[in-house]
């Protein structure tokens, strides 16, 4: 399901099933954050697993994917 933001920080809960993805939208100027949340062991993207990462320009977006138990992966327009 798509999110749209506009200057905050999601934090992924870790109540998805594995193969579930949630879209996230930066549609205003200021800064999106993704985090872990809490059962989020693993949230890797753009070559690297991270505790967050950043939705990199406006109107940029990131898919983030469930790919195991506790486990999320990112693509997108991530920093």
């Given at each position: ?37 809490t059962g989020v062991t693993t949230l890797a993207g753009a070559g690297t697993a991270k505790s967050s990462f950043v939705i990199s320009q406006q ?21």
């Amino acid at each position: 399901f798509p999110v749209t933001i506009h200057a905050q920080t999601f934090t992924l809960p870790d109540l998805f099933d594995i193969g579930e993805r949630v879209d996230i939208i930066r549609d205003g100027a200021g800064t999106v954050t993704i985090a872990a949340g809490t059962g989020v062991t693993t949230l890797a993207g753009a070559g690297t697993a991270k505790s967050s990462f950043v939705i990199s320009q406006q109107y940029g977006a990131a898919s983030v994917t469930k790919v195991a138990a506790n486990s999320y992966r990112i693509v997108g327009s991530i920093a």
